[in-house]
């Protein structure tokens, strides 16, 4: 299975060590304008990421929600990058997203109204318990230049979300900070694009015995259901 590999500043979490890589803001913004039907249901349309659906907060809060407001939830369950081209083709009344950099486009480009961060999560960079890489105890910066050069020496694969989410905009500019790009990257055999959500990635990761960076949120989902 995948675990967190401690890096230096970790947190104590359930007894093991987790690496705080960034912080992920999970952020609502309410489209700009929502289309009631004249009968019937009220329905509210809501795009958002794999990252929030998969940790299963989204299935908690839907009957309970569904009951007070007697409003009908249909979750889009996809990339950031796909969840707000939804909006913005007026396919979604909602979206639930985690790209900060993104949002703001969306709201300056005049398709939101009303932006609110409502949570937060972390990202931690998993992969086997044996470390193969030896990045338990470094700090991000230092765990990815080291994965890069064990990468080229066949000593260890990373699985990229590769789908334009909010996690894989995340792992881009941790490239970036060395000096690389994820694009060139993908040309190298030890890179892999798994090209889906969070919760599929993390079961390749295993499959492959690679690392990934993954959100805290669903790593500890898939965790405790026996998945990763």
């Not at 590999?5 to 952020?27: D, F, Q, V, W």
């Not at 969840?83 to 300056?108: N, S, T, W």
């Amino acid at each position: 299975m995948v675990k967190h590999i401690g890096l230096k500043g970790s947190m104590r979490l359930k007894n093991t060590y987790t690496i705080i890589a960034a912080t992920l803001m999970i952020t609502i913004i309410i489209a700009a304008y929502v289309a009631w039907p004249k009968a019937g249901t009220r329905r509210l349309i809501v795009s958002t990421t794999t990252s929030l659906y998969d940790t299963g907060v989204i299935d908690m809060i839907e009957d309970a929600f569904e009951e007070e407001q007697k409003i009908d939830l249909h979750f889009i369950s996809v990339g950031t990058g796909l969840a707000i081209a939804h909006a913005e083709r007026g396919d979604a009344d909602m979206i639930l997203v985690h790209a900060p950099g993104k949002e703001q486009e969306f709201m300056e480009e005049g398709y939101g109204v009303n932006r609110k961060i409502i949570a937060y999560n972390y990202f931690t960079i998993v992969g086997p318990p044996d470390d193969p890489a030896g990045i338990r105890g470094m700090d991000p910066i230092g765990a990815m230049e080291t994965l890069v050069e064990m990468g080229r020496k066949d000593e260890a694969t990373w699985v990229s979300r590769g789908d334009d989410s909010g996690t894989h905009s995340k792992e881009m500019e941790l490239w970036l900070l060395i000096g690389l790009v994820a694009s060139e990257l993908g040309e190298e055999p030890w890179y892999f694009e798994a090209g889906t959500g969070m919760g599929k990635t993390l079961q390749i990761a295993e499959e492959k015995q690679g690392y990934t960076l993954a959100d805290m949120g669903t790593y500890l989902k898939y965790g405790e259901s026996g998945l990763v």
